[in-house]
């Protein structure tokens, strides 16, 4: 079965940083791009940043474009998020997710981490 499991969420002051993993196990990893998709207290998934399979090509949301990093080490079957100068506006559940051949359209998620950014 399918499995991604995020971590590394937690507490933060704003302009602080957090480095999220998930990793992945029971399907190919190296073959499939992932993104990071977030859910803000009362609001819908937004999209947040994007890797393909060999982690040559990235893309991100405006939103935190110059502050987010996404990564990959396909040896060790794990995705990263690094977050640079959070914001309050950062807070929401990371969730991290297997893309299908559209970037933009998933088959498998994870069970989500938090982010709060507060002073």
């Known amino acids: 079965e399918v499995q991604l499991v995020e971590s590394g969420g937690g507490l933060v002051q704003p302009g602080g940083s957090l480095r999220l993993s998930c990793a992945a196990s029971?399907?190919?990893?190296?073959?499939?791009?992932m993104s990071w998709v977030r859910q803000a207290p009362g609001k819908g998934l937004e999209w947040v940043s994007a890797?393909?399979?060999?982690?040559?090509?990235?893309e991100y949301a405006d939103s935190v474009k110059g502050r987010f990093t996404i990564s990959r080490d396909n040896a060790k079957n794990t995705l990263y998020l690094q977050m640079n100068s959070l914001k309050p506006e950062d807070t929401a559940v990371y969730y991290c997710?297997?893309?299908?051949?559209?970037?933009?359209?998933?088959?498998?998620w994870g069970q989500g981490t938090q982010v709060t950014v507060s002073s």
């Open positions: 997710a297997k893309s299908m051949t559209d970037w933009f359209l998933y088959d498998y």
């Open positions: 890797i393909n399979s060999a982690g040559h090509y990235t």
């Open positions: 029971a399907f190919t990893f190296s073959t499939d791009a």
